[in-house]
């Protein structure tokens, strides 16, 4: 009997200790990302120091946008809430992190490369965002990536080609934002089994080219500005012809008048 109440202690304790210890990385996680991010509708709640100590109870959360599993942060959904501010790279401390959303807000400044460490993140959504830099090519190491939506922000430079080794990746949207280069070939033109993104993936970055983007107008020269400058050209040389033509018979006709003088001055006598 004593052996089993002995148990039954130690259960008890094991449980108190679950429920009352929180990860020591979700909570810096949460604590620094509260800290980047700005709340001016106060529309987060619960989101302070002492429900970051204990964010988890088993599968549950009171943490709103946060959902648990095994006691630990698995999903932070957290999207049209008018955060401002920016993302902070300790969110990579979330090291369950399956889901990311942080979708219609208004965060500014770049992707932190240090995300890469999610290494069991599934699904990342900052679409319609102030979002701007570069995405980062280091996000090709969250190989569990399925969903990458970053449309409706200010990215800008190149896509990088490593995200086309993202095998399970089957949405991918970089939309409306200031992208430029040539699309990847491991992203516009993928084969076998790999998902496939079409044009809408890419639409509204003026600098961006490739398949399965339709070619670009000004990046070659249309039918009619061809004949356009082909007209002008021609135009151009047929007044440099008549100009040229002008002073030559001009010049030829003074010669010719200084020779006729200089013959009849030989010709006139001498008084």
Not at 119 to 135: P, T
Not at 209 to 219: N, V
Not at 230 to 236: A, I, V
Not at 249 to 257: G, I, V
Request: glycine share 8%.
């Amino acid at each position: 009997m004593a052996i089993c109440r002995g148990h039954l202690l130690a259960a008890a304790a094991a449980v108190v200790l679950y429920f009352a210890a929180a990860d020591p990385n979700d909570e810096l996680c949460l604590t620094r990302l509260s800290e980047s991010l700005e709340d001016p509708t106060r529309k987060l709640q619960n989101w302070s120091k002492a429900t970051f100590a204990n964010p988890c109870q088993g599968f549950n959360s009171f943490l709103q946008g946060a959902t648990c599993n095994n006691g630990r942060i698995y999903k932070l959904s957290l999207p049209n809430l008018s955060l401002k501010g920016t993302i902070s790279p300790f969110l990579s401390n979330c090291t369950n992190l399956q889901a990311l959303d942080l979708s219609s807000n208004q965060i500014a400044g770049d992707i932190p490369a240090d995300l890469q460490y999610l290494v069991n993140l599934a699904v990342l959504n900052l679409s319609s965002n102030r979002l701007a830099g570069a995405i980062p090519p280091q996000l090709a190491l969250c190989a569990y990536l399925n969903v990458i939506d970053l449309h409706d922000n200010r990215l800008s430079g190149a896509i990088p080609q490593q995200l086309g080794l993202l095998v399970r990746l089957a949405v991918f949207d970089v939309s409306s934002n200031e992208l430029s280069g040539p699309i990847p070939p491991t992203l516009g033109n993928r084969t076998g089994n790999l998902a496939r993104f079409n044009a809408s993936s890419y639409l509204g970055n003026k600098g961006l080219y490739g398949y399965p983007l339709p070619p670009m107008k000004s990046r070659g020269l249309s039918v009619l500005a061809i004949v356009g400058i082909g007209l002008g050209s021609g135009f151009l040389s047929l007044v440099l012809s008549f100009t040229a033509v002008c002073i030559w018979l001009r010049f030829t006709d003074k010669k010719l008048a200084d020779e006729d003088e200089g013959k009849i001055s030989q010709l006139m006598p001498d008084y």
